[in-house]
């Protein structure tokens, strides 16, 4: 009975392993095997963009894709976001991917084959729609993370496949994005331990993976500056006040902010006025100008002391020309922020799929994700994915005409999500 024992527990070690390298190896073959299907959705949704709130047949797409997985799936969460819920072999904790769905009030300039044509309405005005920030490729990568995990969930626990709607903030007026996400309870039933999101990145070379713990993007307010001065004839400025000087001593001030009061040797910080409303008729001197801007920071106590600055300022600048000024702040987005303990354990995932040389510690960077209230209520892990070609010198930015991907780095990002569900649902 010993000698028997003794050669059966070699078998049935062989036996073990020779499993577990027989499923690793039908993993990677039918993780490569749906690249082809992966750029042919990127290619549907780049071709049909929908702007924020309004991604019917997106989440359409989307829901029926999850459905034929055999997952639970809920659609209409934050109006147009779909959810699936795919279980593993075995209970254990709940970890989430995110992918956002909408596209942007741009009209495409590329000459593609699914270059999108499509025209709408945004603030009232009729504009070309584009996913000229790369959401279409997220969307079409973690379609193609559910399939392959549908077909090998032989992990512990379950992965929670979030499809959001309204990155790029909703309409005027109207609620969206990860904030109603989690107000509608997203993050429950079941409760989410762990979340992930990536960001494809025109200017990151294919193959590499870029990232960095704590606060990697920022905190982002919208601000709208009311002038109120005194309308009289072009000809006698003398006899008025003019609201678009004001518009434009305040402006200067502001950046007195960043330049002389912001301590930029800690973090970086930003405000921009990005439009600017006023008068009608070229020997008129206005009553109104409006002033809409942002500001980003990445800084807990910067982002006080320069909000309070600007709150000072901004009426005190339109009184010292005789003018009057108003100033609104809302927040976009809270600071992108990596738990530190989650990066440290999961950075050898990203580094088993795409090789140590090619994942890359990076400085924060001033754009903002709402991503961001997420990581406010669970740990997460948000990271950029390389859409750059290889041999090009210069990329088009996010949210341009000319924003372009190369479909050869969608592959990695299918690769990454699936490495790190498997490793974080069988620690």
Known sequence: MRQGLKIYIPLLILFTLSAHVFSQTSLNNDIDNIESKVIEWRRYFHEHPELS?????????????????????????????????????????????????????????????????????????????????????????????????????????????????????????E???????????????????????????????VGTIRYKPGGIMAAVERFVINVKGKQTHGSAPWSGVDPILISAKIIDGLQTIISREARLVDEAAVITVGKITSGVRFNIIPETAELIGTVRTLDPDMRTLILKRMKEMVPTIAKAYGGEATIEI????????NDEKLVDKML?????????????????????????FFQEKVPGFYFFLGGKPLNATEAAPHHTPDFYIDESGLLLGVKAFTQIVNDYLTE
């Not at 795919?86 to 769905?101: H, S, T, Y």
């Open 53 to 173: 709130n309004r991604e019917f047949n997106t989440s359409k797409k989307i829901a029926e894709h999850l459905t034929s997985l055999g997952m639970e799936v809920t659609t209409g969460i934050a109006k147009t976001g779909v959810v699936g819920i795919l279980k593993g072999k075995k209970p254990g904790k709940v970890i989430a991917l995110r992918a956002d769905i909408d596209a942007l009030p741009v009209t495409e300039r590329n000459d593609l084959p699914f270059k999108s044509v499509v025209k709408d309405t945004f603030l009232g005005k009729e504009t070309g729609v584009m996913h000229a920030c790369g959401h279409d490729t997220h969307i079409a990568i973690m379609m193609g993370v559910a399939e392959i995990l549908s077909k090998h969930n032989d992990f512990a626990g379950t992965v929670k496949f979030i499809f959001q709607p309204a990155e790029e903030g909703p309409p005027p007026g």
């Open 348 to 372: 050898p995932s990203l580094e088993k799929v795409a090789g140590k040389e090619h994942v890359e510690l990076v400085k924060a960077t001033t754009g903002g994700e709402d991503f961001s």
């Open 175 to 205: 609620e969206g994005g990860a904030k109603l996400m989690i107000k509608e309870g997203v993050l429950e039933s079941p409760k989410v331990d762990a979340i992930f999101g990536l960001h494809i990145n025109s200017e990151t070379p």
């Open 330 to 337: 809302e927040n976009f987005t809270a600071v992108t922020y």
